[in-house]
């Protein structure tokens, strides 16, 4: 008998997300919707202000993706105003983009989506001896002895026998989809610990180039920590970055790309090597695209760009469609499933900068059993490129650079493969997506000594500018300008248009990864990616412990406050979520 499965929320860390699942008697997935269950109401707060301190309000669209949104907001409103910053400044800027990368894919792959593959219970059955043997085989990493994961094994029998598993408490423990032995799961539960305690040194770039983490400062026209040529700590010194500092910025940098050479990237393919049947599944689409960054030469200068721009059509790496964010016929968001008006209809398609953010809530009221899906069911738009959905994050930005003839991505993408004995199709899957953020994570990290290295050059040439005070002066400004910032964050192409008039923010939209990924049907019935994901291959073991679910979603990594938000109209709060 089919069935509708509901699970709400889904996501690990951020909440506010709802997924369903329409299966046949045999338990195959053969419709999924999903919906994000609050509203997002930045940019209606943004309208009005000076588009400088936009970045400061557009960094709170999320706790997690915090530095992002700051990128987009600043690149904004200088493409708006035609600034142009120093090159101290953009290597500044890529540093800490890429720092946010590793951080987060780090985090995610432990933390919010390996508890899908491991099951954390099994490991207390593992042979510390066969355990560090297995490390051993795959790594060189030195924590890896029969003692150290005897003792990773008492913390977790201790947690269990106190009931105080936290996050582990509400794992599907025991379902018949965990496949790893009980000594890869316990390789997989201290390398889990040894993340928490290695992401707390990650952030420290964030703090030594923007001030503080999360949230770091920026600034509209450049970095907003001055350069010091003096190691002093003393003085005006002790507010600027020195070589002290950027020393320190190197120290981190290496034990980031020791953590990804010897653990994350180990352990993926490790545990992706008893799970190469979730590489025929979870991909949909077929449709990835990229907005572009790490900006070599500056922002205008494409050709520099580590990260190219592009569409990617029904799988076809040998052409790259052009993509322009300012084309009112490219960007477009849909709202015909969403609860928003457009006051030129439900149906039409809207270039951002033209958006609107009128709400019009007509569904149920929480809780309730499911949602109306002939109408409206969720607060997030259905972005689209000429009308088309497709995938970004970490697989769209892999593929880009596979097709653009990236050499490091293509040797890395291929040694991969060739270990787990798999074609390059096997990419666009579930399991390819999780492949993927670990190869982006190894491509990034090992650029980031480039990038530090140019800095110390123009530094040591006695270049220290980080900041164009240029058009800071708004009496200069015209009276009406418009411009787009982009960046890749982590979980894909992001990008904030803004409208200015006369000073001021007239209109402000964000469209960012969780609204590519996670919207829901547009006006011609296509679903979004989350949505042709889970209709890819899925057959539910138990309704009940949609283990299955649980993969592909949050493959994508999943980070709704970015699209939604949890207030109503009147600021007060609607419902709370506990998130498992």
Not at 126 to 152: E, H, N, V
Not at 335 to 347: E, I, L, P, R
């Amino acid at each position: 008998m089919s069935q509708r499965v509901v699970v709400d929320p889904i996501t690990r860390i951020e909440g506010h997300l709802r997924i369903e699942a329409e299966t046949d008697a045999n338990g195959a997935i053969t419709k999924a919707y999903s919906s994000g269950t609050m509203v997002r109401g930045i940019e209606l707060i943004l309208r009005g202000r000076d588009p400088r301190e936009a970045w400061a309000f557009a960094q709170r669209i999320c706790g997690v993706c915090t530095l992002v949104h700051g990128i987009a907001s600043v690149r904004a409103v200088e493409n708006a105003l035609g600034y142009e910053i120093p090159p101290n400044a953009q290597l500044i800027r890529n540093l800490m983009i890429a720092a946010q990368f590793v951080h987060d894919h780090v985090m995610h792959f432990y933390h919010l989506h390996a508890l899908d593959w491991v099951d954390v219970v099994s490991a207390l059955k593992a042979d510390p001896k066969a355990t560090s043997a297995l490390a051993q085989s795959i790594s060189t990493y030195a924590k890896s002895s029969p003692g150290y994961f005897a003792d990773t094994q008492k913390r977790l029998k201790n947690f269990v026998e106190s009931g105080q598993l936290g996050i582990f408490a509400n794992g599907y423990w025991g379902h018949p989809g965990y496949k790893l032995p009980p000594e890869a799961n316990l390789l997989a539960v201290a390398h889990y610990l040894e993340a928490l305690a290695w992401q707390r040194e990650v952030v420290q770039i964030h703090t030594i180039f923007g001030g503080k983490n999360p949230h770091p400062n920026f600034l509209v026209g450049g970095a907003p920590s001055p350069i010091s040529a003096s190691p002093s700590v003393g003085g005006t010194a002790a507010t600027a970055t020195n070589i002290v500092g950027l020393e320190q910025v190197g120290a981190v940098i290496a034990r980031m790309r020791q953590f990804i050479d010897e653990v994350y990237l180990p352990d993926t393919l490790a545990i992706a090597g008893f799970y190469k049947d979730w590489f025929r599944r979870g991909e949909g689409i077929g449709n990835f695209l990229t907005y572009g960054d790490f900006p070599e030469k500056g922002i205008d200068d494409p050709a520099s760009w580590m990260i190219p721009r592009g569409v990617i059509l029904d799988r076809d790496l040998t052409q790259i469609h052009p993509l322009d964010l300012n084309d009112a016929d490219e960007i477009q968001e849909f709202v015909a499933h969403s609860w928003y008006d457009y006051t030129v209809g439900k149906t039409a398609g809207l270039h951002p900068y033209q958006g609107q953010t009128h709400l019009h809530y007509s569904g149920p009221k929480p809780p309730y059993e499911q949602l109306t899906v002939e109408n409206s069911y969720s607060w997030l738009k259905s972005p689209r490129w000429r009308g088309k959905p497709a995938e970004v994050g970490p697989l769209a930005r892999v593929l880009m650079l596979y097709a653009k003839g990236h050499e490091p991505t293509r040797e890395l993408a291929k040694s991969a493969l060739a270990k787990l004995d798999l074609p390059l199709p096997a990419m666009f899957s579930t399991m390819g997506r999780t492949a993927a953020r670990t190869l982006e994570s190894k491509i990034i990290a090992d650029a980031m000594p480039i990038w530090l290295n140019h800095l110390l050059a123009n530094i040591k040439a006695g270049d220290i500018a980080v900041h164009n005070p240029a058009k800071w002066d708004p009496s200069a400004w015209p009276e009406e300008a418009r411009g787009v910032g982009f960046t890749e964050a982590p979980r894909g192409a992001l990008a904030h248009w803004v409208v200015i008039r006369n000073g001021k923010i007239e209109n402000y939209q964000a469209v960012v990864p969780s609204t590519w990924n996670a919207g829901p049907r547009d006006a011609a019935g296509q679903p979004g990616p989350y949505e042709a994901a889970l209709m890819d291959h899925h057959t539910l073991y138990d309704p009940k412990q949609p283990l299955e679910i649980q993969r592909t979603i949050h493959s994508f990594d999943p980070c709704i406050a970015c699209a939604v938000h949890v207030l109503d109209p009147a600021g007060e709060e609607l419902v709370q979520l506990r998130v498992l």
